[in-house]
T-cell receptor, first 121, second 114 residues
Framework: AQKITQTQPGMFVQEKEAVTLDCTYD???????LFWYKQPSSGEMIFLIY??????QNATEGRYSLNFQKARKSANLVISASQLGDSAMYFC??????????????????FGAGTQVVVTP | TAGITQAPTSQILAAGRSMTLRCTQD?????MYWYRQDLGLGLRLIHY???????GKGEVPDGYSVSRANTDDFPLTLASAVPSQTSVYFC?????????????FGDGTRLSIL
């Protein structure tokens, strides 16, 4: 069953505007990590930002911030002041919720289907 | 620069043939992973290894095998390729396997099975 849901398959955003990419997840594990990655058309996967389930504050990395709403199980990525170079596919990912039960299942990540962002001049 | 190297970059393979995708990292990361990326499905974990000498199954392990003889190398083998294994394959590593570390990805291998 899909544990990571990205409901926006694609979106256009104008340069210099902010954009919010949605991500919801499903887990019963109290300890988990949430990640966002960027994949430009060249194909490489680039780590953007991380949020731990016990972190008190929303994560920020430069123009990227994560709007973490634990009760709603959402971890939306906000890109402020969009640039043309932000055009890419964006993936939300979560560490497998079984991670604490056995060390054999540590490190399993699950990815959403991705959101394609196109920044226009 | 340091990172993850995957080889080959791309490959066309006849169905039924075997193939090993190579992955080497020089960051001394303990954990390594293999994913396949298919349109509309994001990345799906095939196999992973939390440390040298151990491996585990991911979400879609059937038809694939891995080994982790040392820290740096994590090859992925398709014993008898089928067309449904046509995909882009990414190798990744992270400092530890406990899931709180970001993963670093290779550039991918584009594999077509005919």
């Amino acid at each position: 069953a899909q544990k990571i849901t990205q409901t926006q398959p694609g979106m256009f955003v104008q340069e210099k505007e902010a954009v919010t990419l949605d991500c919801t997840y499903d887990t019963s594990d109290p300890s988990y990590g949430l990640f966002w990655y960027k994949q430009p058309s060249s194909g490489e996967m680039i780590f953007l930002i991380y949020q731990g389930s016990y972190d008190q504050q929303n994560a920020t990395e430069g123009r990227y911030s994560l709007n973490f709403q634990k009760a709603r199980k959402s971890a939306n990525l906000v890109i402020s002041a969009s640039q043309l170079g932000d055009s890419a596919m964006y993936f939300c990912a979560m560490r497998d919720p079984w991670g604490l039960m056995t060390t054999d299942s540590w490190g399993k990540f699950q990815f959403g289907a991705g959101t394609q962002v196109v920044v226009t001049p | 620069t340091a990172g993850i190297t995957q080889a080959p970059t791309s490959q066309i393979l006849a169905a039924g043939r075997s193939m090993t995708l190579r992955c080497t990292q020089d960051m001394r990361h303990n954990a390594m992973y293999w994913y396949r990326q298919d349109l509309g499905l994001g990345l799906r974990l095939i196999h992973y290894s939390n440390t040298a000498g151990t491996t585990g199954k991911g979400e879609v392990p059937d038809g694939y095998s891995v080994s982790r003889a040392n820290t740096d190398d994590f090859p992925l083998t398709l014993a008898s390729a089928v067309p449904s294994q046509t995909s882009v394959y990414f190798c990744a590593s992270s400092e530890t396997g406990d899931g709180n570390q970001p993963q670093h990805f290779g550039d991918g291998t584009r594999l077509s099975i005919l």
